[in-house]
C-alpha cells in the first residue's frame, strides 16, 4: 500500500474512526425504509432504522432518498419527566458515518459524554455510508481504474514536486467533472448539498414529535450546524458546536485560515518533547529548536530517500517519503494525547526512523489514516470503503462550494498568497485543484450564516487545533447573538482529543439547565503530552481520528 489517500485526508475533513475493534455486522439490508423512525435492535448496545426523506424537497414526488438512523436510547422511559428526548449528532465530514461514529464511541462513552437523560441519534447523510442512494461517481470499476491509473500522486503536491504536479492533477479533475456530469446516475449530486441535510435533521427531528432540536456537530457539522441554525433559527433548543469550520470559508472554497493554529500545534509536540526530557521523550534533545531542525531534516531526508516498510505480505506495506512524513505530522497533532497517533508514538517513531532508518511507525500514522477503522483490513475489504468515503468528499464538497475556475496559474498564485500561513497549508491546493473541474452547481443554500436563535449557541474551540482553530469559533459566535465560545486548553481537533472534565461538566450543564459558561473561559484537560493516560480516563472521552477534510 502506498500513502496515496493520505492527502485526501490531510485536513481531517471527515471524521472517521479509529475503531479499537472492528464494526460487528449488521444487515442493513434487512431493515424496511419508512416514513417514521422505526428503530430495531442493532450493534448489540444500539437501535437502528431506515428514514425516508424526499431527494428534492422542491419536488417531493421526484423520490426519496434514504437515511441510516442509529441511536443510543435513553436509560429513561419518555414519560419520565427527567427525559430530555433525543440529541443529533454530526461527526464532520463532509462524508463522515454517523452510525460508525456512535459504534465507534461505544454505549459507555456515549453515557458519560451526555448522561442517561438523552437519546443520542445520528445517521449517514445523503450520499454517504449506508443511506441510499450512494455516491458514485464512475460507471463502472474499469473506468474508476483508468482514473486512478491517470491520476498523478497527490502526495507529490508536498515539497518540491508542487510545479509539476498541479498542471496534470488540474487536467485530471477536468477529467473527472466531465465524467460526473455525464453519468450522474446513481445519485442526483444537485441534492447532496448541507441545506438539504439540514433539512433531513428537521425532519429527524419532526418524526420525534418535537419541533426544536437539541444538536451536537463536530468539525465540518460545525458548518452543517451553523447553516441548520441560520435556516431555522427558531427551531433551536440547544446546540453545541465543537472544534468550529467557518461556515463562509467552507462555501467559499478558500479554507486557508483553517490552518491559522497549525503549526502552533505542532510546536506543542517541540516544547512538550523537550519539557519532558529524554525519558518520556525518544525524540529529545537540546532545545525546542533543535528538536523543530531535527524533524525538518528529517523530511528533507527522506525526500531525497524514501524508506521503504515492509513487514509481509499480509500487511500494508509502503513507504515513507517527504509527503508521507509530513502526513504522519499532521496525524499526530490531530490527537497528540491518546492511542496510537500520540505524540508519545509519533517520538518513538521518529526516533526509529532518525536512528535506524525504520519507518514503522511513522507509517502506521498513515495506516490509522487510510485503514483505521480496520483491525483486519482483508477481511472488510478496506480500499474499497475508503474509495468510496473519499468519492463522497469530493461529491459533497464541491457541490457546496461556489464554482471554482482556477486554472494552474491561478492555483500557483493561490498558493503564494497562503504558503506563509503554515507549513502543511500545501495541502489546501489538492482540495482546491479537485473542484476546478466540477459541474454541479446547484442553487442551494450557503448563506448568510447568522441568525437570531431561539436559544443561544455554545461554540468549543481548542487553543491549539490544526484544523479548525479558536479564532472560527470567536469569529463564528460574532454572527449568532448571546452565543458564548469557551475554549478547551489542548491541542487536538476538537475538544474530542482530550479527555476534559471542565469540558464534559460545562456541555452538561448546558444541556440540562441552559446555563452558558462565561465567555472566553477556558477548561483544563486531564492528561498531559507524553504521558500514557490512566484507563480511567479513557472512557470519558474517547478520541476519533479524522479522515477527509473537517
Known sequence: MHHKLGLFASLALTFSLNLAQEIEFFDW???????TLDWGQCYTDFQCARFNVPLNYSDESVGSAVLAMIRLPSNLSSNDPNYRGPILFNPG???????????????????SLVGPEFDFVSFDPRGVGRTTPQVDLFSSENEKALWNLNNPDLNSLNGTGIVDAIPRLWAQFQILGQLVEDHDTSISL????????????LRIVEAHNRTKIIYYGVSYGTALGATFAAMFPDRIERMILDGVLDASSYYSGDWSAQFTDADKSLQLFFDGCFEVGSDKCPFHDSSPEKIKQNVL???????????????????????????????????????????????????QGLADLQRAGNGSIIFSFLGQEVYGRYTNISALNAPA??????????????????????????????????KGISM?????????????????HPDHFTGP??????????????????????????????????????????????????????????????????????????????????????????????????????
Not at 439490508?29 to 416514513?35: N, T, Y
Request: glycine residues 8%.
Open 29 to 35: 439490508d434487512a431493515v424496511q425504509p419508512s416514513d
Open 93 to 111: 465530514g463532509p462524508g463522515g458515518s454517523g452510525v460508525d461514529a456512535l459504534v465507534g464511541f461505544g454505549k459507555d462513552a456515549l453515557s
Open 190 to 201: 444537485a441534492h447532496l448539498t448541507t441545506d438539504n441535510v439540514a433539512r433531513d435533521m
Open 297 to 347: 531534516d528529517l523530511l528533507e531526508s527522506v525526500r531525497l530517500k524514501p524508506v521503504p516498510v515492509y513487514e509481509g505480505p499480509t500487511s500494508p506495506y509502503g513507504i515513507i517519503d517527504y509527503a508521507g512524513l509530513k502526513t504522519a505530522l499532521q496525524v499526530a497533532t490531530r490527537q497528540p494525547y491518546l492511542g496510537a497517533t500520540s505524540f508519545l508514538r509519533l517520538a
Open 385 to 418: 470503503s475508503i474509495e468510496r468515503e473519499r468519492e463522497a468528499v469530493i461529491a459533497i464538497s464541491c457541490t457546496d462550494m461556489q464554482e471554482i475556475t482556477d486554472k494552474p496559474a491561478d492555483l500557483f498564485a493561490y498558493f503564494e498568497r497562503v
Open 424 to 440: 502543511f497549508v500545501d495541502t489546501l491546493l489538492p482540495i482546491r485543484t479537485r473542484c476546478s473541474g466540477w459541474k454541479i
Open 449 to 550: 450564516i447568522t441568525a437570531n436563535t431561539s436559544f443561544p449557541i455554545l461554540f468549543i474551540g481548542n487553543t491549539a487545533d490544526p484544523v479548525t482553530p479558536l479564532a472560527s469559533a470567536k469569529a463564528m459566535s460574532a454572527k449568532f447573538p448571546g452565543s458564548v465560545v469557551f475554549a478547551q486548553d489542548s491541542g487536538g481537533h476538537t475538544s474530542l482529543a482530550a479527555p476534559s472534565a471542565c469540558t464534559v461538566g460545562r456541555m452538561r450543564e448546558y444541556l440540562l439547565s441552559g446555563r452558558l459558561p462565561e465567555a472566553d473561559s477556558v477548561c483544563p484537560i486531564d492528561v498531559k503530552l507524553f504521558e500514557a493516560p490512566q484507563s480511567a480516563v479513557i472512557p470519558v472521552r474517547r478520541s476519533l481520528v479524522a479522515r477527509g477534510l473537517f
